[in-house]
């Protein structure tokens, strides 16, 4: 017995090959452990935005779900409401409300404050979306709509309020109407008539002329 004890023993010795074998083991271990691990913290973070620390620390107070939910709620109970959404996503708390396509264009600016006032009852503008010394709060964009996109039924209304925490007072912007009226027909394609863009018209009366002449 004493015998077989001795090889048992000879067969668990720590040799230089296998010191070497292990450590070699270890060491490609360790980058592989370290990819696998920000691998998956990457696939359970997938749809996520990446913050880093750019707003830690920055902001005097934070918004809750309930607030938001409570807001969502607010909104929902005006009449020329359909749907609303709320999301907060990097430091922006960004509200999309459909509306019904009966009301007029002229009134959107005045429901876009409606709404703004019943955001400042819930979350104080002064508090949550304008800066405070070197504090940097929340951004608040109000996007109000009739649809999503243009169709031949009804006339397409897109506004956007923005009010970030650096501005004194909220903007408001006709986002379905372009800036530049020629500008976004050229895009559009709408300069082309009758089968003949603009500019070839020139070229082809030109032809049609040294023909007449010869």
Do not use: C
């Amino acid at each position: 017995m004493s015998k077989l004890k001795e090889k048992t023993k000879k067969v668990f010795k720590w040799t230089k090959s296998n010191t070497i074998l292990t450590v070699g083991i270890i060491v490609i271990m360790i980058p592989i452990t370290f990819v696998g691990v920000m691998l998956i913290q990457a696939y359970f973070a997938t749809g996520e935005p990446i913050n880093g620390n750019r707003i830690d620390n920055e902001r005097a107070v934070e918004i809750t779900q309930t607030q938001l939910d409570e807001i969502n709620s607010q909104i929902k109970g005006l009449s020329e409401v359909e749907t609303v959404e709320i999301q907060l996503k990097v430091a922006t708390v960004r509200v999309y409300v459909d509306i019904k396509n009966t009301v007029l264009s002229d009134d959107y600016e005045s429901l876009l404050t409606v709404i703004y006032s019943k955001i400042d009852d819930e979350l104080p503008i002064a508090d949550y979306f304008t800066n405070q010394d070197t504090l940097k709060q929340y951004d608040l964009e109000i996007h109000l709509y009739n649809d999503l996109e243009a169709t031949g039924d009804t006339e397409f209304i897109y506004y956007i309020m923005n009010k970030n925490a650096a501005m004194a007072e909220p903007q408001f912007e006709l986002v379905s109407e372009p800036r530049n009226a020629e500008l976004a027909d050229e895009l559009r394609g709408d300069t082309v008539s009758e089968g003949v863009i603009e500019g070839e018209d020139q070229e082809g009366a030109g032809e049609q002329e040294d023909d007449e002449a010869s």
